[in-house]
């Protein structure tokens, strides 16, 4: 059995009109047996965030934060479904009468636990609509709860995979031939609360199936035609690449181009399972392919901007060393408080770290530090990376910037800026 996996975020469902395309895509590409992974519509899961944080505000807050996202998906549905008596409107009430449920019984303290609980049901509404959708216009899907199936440790917010029951839920439950629909970026934990995979990480849900049933290959249908040689929202000029391989698409994700999650990518390495990235406007088009190979076609320079991280330089303070010892210290607190770290320079004297304040917890973290280091923090820096790089693209990256840190690394330039 061959089939494959589609992943469809959520700049191609944030609109009616994106759910039509959505058809239009699995018409024109003609696949019988496909599993499809739907992330939350437009930016709801941001939305979704505003309500977690006016949850542990004020119950008034809490309310007034959800109204938009009713409406959101009310009118959606509604421009989908001219029928009012439709069971679509129905399921959206229940859902919504659920997570209000949550809302009023829960008594955890726990951020990081109702946030999971609370920012899944961006997924359970997308995936609603668009099988409802799908049904009428008879292509015939099913609609799963990916939580059944994939299921992680309890480090909420960024779930760990259990690969091994994971590949057992799937491999023993999941149809393999017609339509499959479900959710991508949330799992749960082994006393089936909801957890998930980390922002944006519907990509990795898709690359998760795939794995766990040996797809032919995994496309994610994007807003752009495919990998470009930079993001175009801030770079002229980007070109499409047409291949990569798994190891420089890696590189570029883990360096922040932010149109494949990171963590996508190495369990389609493992088992040799290209990915495609696509156009969703412009189906045709055959976009990027990433598998095993030449590492990138064509050659070019390719630009990565990580925008709002936090630059900290820390030196001892009793003019010792930054040794071992000092930086190992400085790693575990970055581990505790949850860091991403982009990139470290070391001198005899000082240490700089940038980093990525993902969860807020940077105030913490510069007390605690303060304890034992003299610590300067550059706030709302850039990062930019340049991969394979040429002496014309340093000059242009550098041009008119006021440069913190510069670091070289074989053909990878990477500067922190103002
Ligand atoms: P979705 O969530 O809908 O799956 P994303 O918004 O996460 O899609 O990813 C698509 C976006 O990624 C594009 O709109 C583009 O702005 C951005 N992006 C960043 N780097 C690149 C790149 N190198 N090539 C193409 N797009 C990129
Ligand atoms: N909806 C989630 C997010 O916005 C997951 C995803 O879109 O990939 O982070
Ligand atoms: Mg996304």
């Not at 006016?54 to 959800?66: G, I, M, P, T, V």
């Amino acid at each position: 059995m061959s089939f494959e996996v589609y992943k469809f975020g959520g700049a191609s469902v944030a609109s009616a009109a994106g759910v039509r395309n959505l058809i239009n895509v699995l018409k024109e590409t003609d696949n019988q047996d496909l599993i499809i992974v739907v992330s939350a519509m437009g930016k709801m899961t941001n939305a979704l965030e505003r309500v977690i944080a006016a949850y542990f505000e004020s119950k008034d807050l809490c309310a007034e934060a959800l109204q938009p996202v009713i409406e959101y998906h009310f009118a959606l549905a509604g421009e989908l479904f001219e029928n009012p008596a439709a069971p679509v409107f129905k399921r959206l009430q229940s859902l919504f009468d659920e997570l209000r449920g949550f809302l009023n019984r829960n008594k955890s303290p726990d951020y990081d636990f109702v946030y999971d609980q609370i920012v899944g049901y961006g997924e359970l509404l997308s995936t609603t609509i668009v099988n409802a959708y799908l049904q009428e216009q008879g292509l015939g899907s099913i609609l799963h709860d990916v939580r059944e199936y994939i299921k992680t440790d309890a480090s909420y917010r960024e779930g760990k995979v259990n690969w091994e029951l994971t590949m057992r839920n799937l491999s023993r439950n999941l149809p393999k031939s017609g339509i499959q629909l479900m959710q991508g970026f949330i799992g749960s934990d082994a006393n089936g609360f909801t957890t998930t995979l980390g922002r944006e990480g519907s990509d990795y849900t898709a690359a998760i199936i795939a794995y766990c049933l040996n797809a032919k290959q995994v496309t994610i249908w994007k807003d752009v035609p495919g990998v470009l040689s930079a993001d175009p929202r801030y770079f002229e000029n980007a070109v499409l690449l047409k291949f990569i391989s798994y190891q420089e698409a890696i590189e570029l994700a883990f360096y922040g181009a932010s149109v494949i999650h990171p963590k996508t990518l190495q369990p389609l390495q493992r088992k040799e399972i290209p990915l495609y990235v696509r156009s969703f406007n412009d189906c045709k088009a055959s976009g990027t392919q990433v598998s095993l190979g030449k590492t990138i076609e064509p050659e070019v320079p390719c630009y990565i901007l990580k925008t709002s991280q936090v630059l900290l330089e820390l030196a001892s303070l009793d003019f010792s060393f930054m040794a071992e010892e000092n930086i190992g210290d400085i790693f575990k607190l970055l581990g505790t408080y949850k860091m991403k770290v982009d990139l470290i320079q070391n001198s005899a004297i000082s240490f700089s770290v940038c980093i990525d304040n993902k969860y807020k917890n940077l105030d913490t973290l510069v007390a605690k530090l303060r304890a034992d280091f003299k610590v300067t923090v550059h706030q709302d820096v850039s990062l930019y990376t340049l991969r394979h790089a040429t002496d014309e693209s340093i000059k242009v990256l550098e041009l008119n910037k006021q440069i913190l840190l510069k670091q070289v690394a074989q053909n990878t330039v990477q500067l922190v800026t103002v």
